[in-house]
């Protein structure tokens, strides 16, 4: 038979009490203790005989100093009736009764270093629970004091931990209890920076430290205990807190926590370190003591408080989750799984996430990989959490990021590189050579957009401890933005998707909640992410496209290409549709042979969506045959609705007219004649360009403006000479517009019509010119 947890004390029964007259227990009586002339005391009265006696202790005026026989005499035949129940320090310097003044039997006085219940909180809790059960107490006081050694010491080592971080050194870790008792005040002291804002000096921070780990140890009480949480509700009992002024000696009372509402909602029946007993499963484990797709569904809230109480209950080191055993892997397999989160972790959290959330198999759909981001196979983790939030019904997503990532200090540092100009800086999408730098090619944007939000310059240490919180949102914005199921879901309420922080110096997770861009990012229309999406494939069973449409399907391509997120991908399935079914082009494009890339390429476009047209110089003023042909044939046998006329910088064409004009006010003639002819026609372009800078006319200001002025004398060439695309402009069935692919960037900018369209349209010089083709 197990030993009862009160036989270590010696109780013996308080007699029913009935004077024979109403006495208060304020009445002056020096006899006898409060707790031996009276019954139960209500709070008010309790309250009242602290105060009391603390104000005599700190004037000198104390007189409850010893004791006598009758009194001791009196203590063992009846036994004791505190009239309250006090948790103090046992760094206050001073007994609890001489504090204020007491008798023996007064106070049923509890002691430890910090006056906390984080550490032997059964036998503190247990302790209180005898106190206000057996002994019928009515108030629990927890009194801190003032330059608590335990709590000054854990906000140095907050302050400790902070400077390690900053200057990327080795945390300290517990070696001892006296280690593991600070760390576990320290979320103590981090409340308290917060709540006083960075440039408070440890001083300070400590001194607040000191209330709020008052309220921390009455909050803890009341989380912990059923017996006190009933009690305190049907007003049997009240927990108030209190702090000791070591240099005066006056007792600052601060009544009952500002959480008590909150904490009385617990249903946690045991303190942490009495409820591993292996018969008590965790709180929502499941009928079978693991949750199985037999259990009702749990609510996001629900899975949130689940996760929270088990992160508290690891920082502790009070797990109650325990291995499967036969039966429990045996309902898994036969009636499913039914995870109350999906978590998106990283591979270099240094510890199991079921570990961190003190979780039964089953509990978690855990997802893990370096940087807890879905930039890179975005494909799996994405299709994997809609699994789960679709046919798993989990109504959780978390999102886990934590201190000293790897993989974000290695994209931190790329990112510092190019800033810097560095040769090992972050790689471009497109050069890219391992898929380790794809990711951190990936993860710079992070780097990039936390470095904007800081208000000076960044240095390593600082950027990656605030790009770890920029990164959970990100993965949380990325998932919002290409899933559709996970936005229907949250849009109905029903799926959550959080951010946390997890800290590996104290163990502890920072539960930061939803993006701040939920409420913009669920209006997306996309369905895909970029690596998945496909791009249709135009057959000659397609409709013609409207000029618009086409434009915003190069838009969107040019934008994947400069990004590195091209999605065209060729098949044979793709390459037979093409040959049996034909090609319906949405746009042609004249572009230049020196452009370094494929136009199909710049546009992220499907076989077939482009009819591609190149020579140097991207002109029609020469070899018009071909090109006008071409063109005519694209967009009056194909139905094609959109011409672009495509330059580029560092034009070589364009570059060499300019410098022939520049010398020579011409090209000089040579047996080339057609390349002259190439000349000639750009050389008019490079002299229009340096009229229209003046003064600014130099060559590289030149070659700029004869770039695009090139662009229009191809489109206005093209209007002016071929009656079809004319036509079809008048009648509003094509456009022509102009472009400029920028090779620094891979950026298109789109110059749209010519300024002279109108002009060129009205002319009867262009209908002459056309009546002698």
């Known amino acids: 038979m197990t030993e009862c947890c009160c036989a270590p004390f010696l109780w013996k029964p308080v007699p029913d009490w009935k004077p024979t007259r109403q006495v208060s227990c304020l009445e002056e009586d020096e006899t006898l203790s409060p707790s031996l002339r009276s019954g139960p005391v209500s709070p008010k009265v309790s309250l009242q005989l602290l105060r009391d006696g603390n104000a005599r202790f700190a004037t000198g005026r104390s007189r409850n100093t010893a004791t006598n026989e009758a009194t001791r005499k009196q203590l063992e035949i009846t036994g004791e009736a505190p009239h309250c129940a006090i948790i103090g320090c046992a760094d206050a310097r001073a007994p609890l009764e001489t504090i204020f003044d007491a008798m023996p039997g007064d106070i049923f006085a509890l002691r430890n270093i910090g006056n906390t219940c984080t550490h032997a909180e059964g036998s503190m809790v247990g302790s209180l629970e005898f106190c206000i059960g057996k002994l019928r107490s009515r108030l629990i006081l927890v009194l801190g004091h003032s330059h608590c050694s335990a709590v000054y010491g854990a906000t140095q080592s907050y302050f400790d931990t902070l400077e390690a971080r900053s200057n990327s050194q080795e945390v300290i870790t517990a070696s001892s209890a006296l280690d593991g008792l600070l760390l576990d005040l320290s979320c103590v002291a981090e409340q308290a920076a917060g ?11 400590a001194h607040h430290a000191v209330k709020l780990n008052v309220f921390h140890t009455v909050n803890f009480l009341l989380k912990f205990s059923g017996p006190i949480r009933e009690k305190v509700r049907s007003r ?69 408080e689940m996760l929270k109480e088990g992160n508290n209950r690891f920082v502790l080191g009070t797990p109650l989750a325990m291995a499967a055993d036969d039966s429990m892997r045996e309902a898994l397999v036969y009636q499913g799984q039914a995870p109350h989160t999906a978590v998106l972790g990283c591979a270099d959290s240094r510890a199991p996430v079921d570990t961190l959330f003190d979780s039964m198999p089953g509990d978690l759909f855990v997802l893990r990989n370096a940087g807890n981001t879905c930039t890179h196979a975005e494909g799996s983790m994405l ?19 934590h201190t000293q990532c790897s993989a974000l200090t290695g994209a931190a540092e790329a990112y510092l590189k190019s800033q810097d100009g560095g040769e090992d800086g972050l790689s471009s999408a497109s050069s890219v050579s391992t898929a380790l730098e794809g990711l951190l090619t990936s993860l710079s944007s992070v780097s990039k957009r936390t470095a904007d939000t800081m208000s000076v310059e960044a240095e390593l240490k600082q950027l990656v401890a605030h790009s770890v919180r920029v990164n959970v949102f990100h993965s949380i914005d990325f998932m919002l933005k290409y899933s559709m199921p996970i936005r229907e879901l949250v849009k109905n309420g029903g799926l959550e998707i959080h951010g946390g922080i997890y800290r590996l110096e104290t163990g502890r997770v920072d ?22 999406a496909v791009l249709p494939i135009r057959t000659s069973f ?27 991908k060729v098949s044979n399935c793709v390459r037979r549709a093409l040959a049996e079914d034909g090609q319906a082009p949405h746009c042609a494009i004249i572009g230049c042979a020196d452009s370094r890339a494929p136009l199909e390429a710049i546009f992220d476009a499907m076989p077939g969506d482009i009819f591609a047209l190149r020579n140097a110089g991207n002109t029609c003023t020469h070899s018009e045959g071909s090109m006008l042909g071409s063109l005519e044939f694209c ?5 094609t609705q959109l011409i672009l006329v495509l330059g580029h910088t560092q034009c070589t064409a364009v570059r060499g007219a300019t410098k022939m004009f520049l010398e020579s006010g011409g090209p000089e003639l040579t047996e080339n004649k057609a390349w002259d002819a190439l000349l000639a026609g750009l050389s008019i372009v490079a002299k229009q360009a340096a009229t229209e800078l003046g003064a600014y006319a130099n060559e ?3 070659i700029a403006r004869a770039t695009k002025l090139n662009i229009y004398r191809s489109i206005n060439f093209l209007l002016q000479y071929s009656g079809i695309i004319r036509e079809k402009v008048e009648m509003g069935e094509l456009e022509i517009q102009g472009g400029i692919y920028d090779l620094e960037t891979g950026q298109v900018h789109f110059l749209g019509r010519s300024p002279l369209q109108n002009e060129i349209l009205r002319s009867d010089l262009a209908l002459e010119k056309l009546a002698g083709c």
Do not use: W
């Open 635 to 639: 967009t009056s046998s194909l139905g």
């Open 383 to 401: 299709g994997s959490l809609e699994f789960c939030a679709c046919k798993l019904s989990t109504k959780l997503i978390l999102v886990l990021g």
């Open 195 to 205: 709540e006083l804002g960075v440039d408070r000096s440890i001083e300070d921070v």
């Open 542 to 568: 397609d409709e013609p496209l409207h000029p618009n449409m086409s434009l915003k399907l190069l838009k969107e391509g040019n934008e994947r290409y400069v990004y590195g997120h091209a999605t065209a």
């Open 511 to 532: 539960f930061l909640g939803p993006s701040p861009n939920q409420a913009k990012l669920l209006s997306s229309e996309l369905h895909l992410p970029p690596s998945m």
């Open 236 to 304: 049997q009992l009240e927990i108030q807190g209190a702090i000791y002024d070591l240099p005066s000696g006056r007792v600052d009372f601060l009544g009952c926590s500002p959480d008590q509402d909150e904490y009385l909602s617990s249903k946690i029946p045991l303190p942490l370190s009495v409820a591993r007993d292996d018969s008590l499963p965790a709180r929502g484990s499941g009928v079978r003591g693991v949750r199985t797709a037999y259990d009702g569904r749990m609510s996001a809230k629900e899975a949130l």
């Open 700 to 702: 590289e200001a030149i």
